[in-house]
């Protein structure tokens, strides 16, 4: 049985979907719903549902970052999206993300049934004892999608990580930490850890460090700006904790560089 979420701030859409579609059909069954963003972030991750059908213009969320979060860190959720938000770009983007299909409000019936036909039948592909793919040999079809959704997955996972750096580097003055990085992007901080590590081959505090350092080196080039006033600026509580990361990072101390620089 193939566990659903609903996820709309449209109460009357929740209950539709979850009364009038036949789920039986499918082997499908409605194991709960959510009416923003955040809660249900929080149901997805309480009962991990193998299908879940989303706005992405809701309050509490970006969708975007929602798609690319859930397609990450489970790559095998399907995700249909039923939204009234018509920017063709926009669906373009969240289908290269790894949306299986992607619905404008209102959809007909027939349209919702097709969507979970789709995605039940690439679970049960999924679901097969020697089920394997070789992406050499992939061909159209239903090995093809799944090719196809492991790229998307990688697309997924690029663009947590590039939202991740770049909020590091906008926050980085701040007491920054990595499950407020997380929360950024709408992952586990246990996968943004992982995936910053695989993608740049560095921690979350040396991002986090490179990115003040880097702001820090801008500041001394202002001789008016003591060294502790720089310290404070880009995020350090106290100036013996930065001049140590900033040898550590610079080869030099802050004072010889704004010396040299």
């Known amino acids: ?21 036949a789920w039986e059909k499918w082997n499908c069954q409605v194991a709960g719903t959510a009416g923003d963003g955040k809660a249900g972030m929080d149901l997805i991750r309480e009962i991990r549902p193998d299908i879940v059908i989303t706005d992405i213009c809701m309050p509490k969320m970006d969708g975007l970052k929602m798609i690319a979060g859930l397609k ?17 770009e926009y669906a373009r983007q969240a289908i290269s993300l790894g949306v299986s299909r992607f619905l404008l409000k209102p959809s007909k019936m027939n349209e919702l049934e097709e969507a979970v036909d789709t995605v039940t039948k690439k679970l049960d592909l999924m679901r097969e004892p020697n089920f394997h793919v070789e992406p050499e040999k992939a061909e159209d079809g239903e090995d093809a999608d799944i090719q196809e959704e492991a790229e998307e997955n990688s697309e997924a996972n690029s663009f947590i990580v590039n939202n991740a750096l770049e909020y590091i580097r906008s926050n980085s003055q701040e007491k920054l930490r990595l499950s407020d990085v997380a929360d950024q992007v709408y992952v586990s901080q246990w996968h943004l850890s992982k995936l910053l590590n695989k993608h740049t081959g560095k921690t979350f505090s040396d991002l986090l460090n490179g990115a003040r350092m880097d702001r820090s080196k801008e500041l001394l080039k202002d001789p008016a700006l003591r060294i502790c006033d720089v310290a404070e600026m880009v995020g350090f509580q106290d100036l013996a904790h930065f001049s140590r990361v900033f040898k550590k990072m610079e080869g030099m101390s802050a004072g010889e560089y704004r010396n040299t620089h």
């Open 1 to 21: 049985m193939y566990k659903v979420a609903i996820i709309d701030d449209e109460p009357l859409i929740v209950e539709g979907l979850s009364k009038t579609m």
């Open 72 to 88: 990450s860190e489970f790559p095998d959720m399907q995700l249909i999206i039923l939204t009234g938000y018509r920017e063709f």
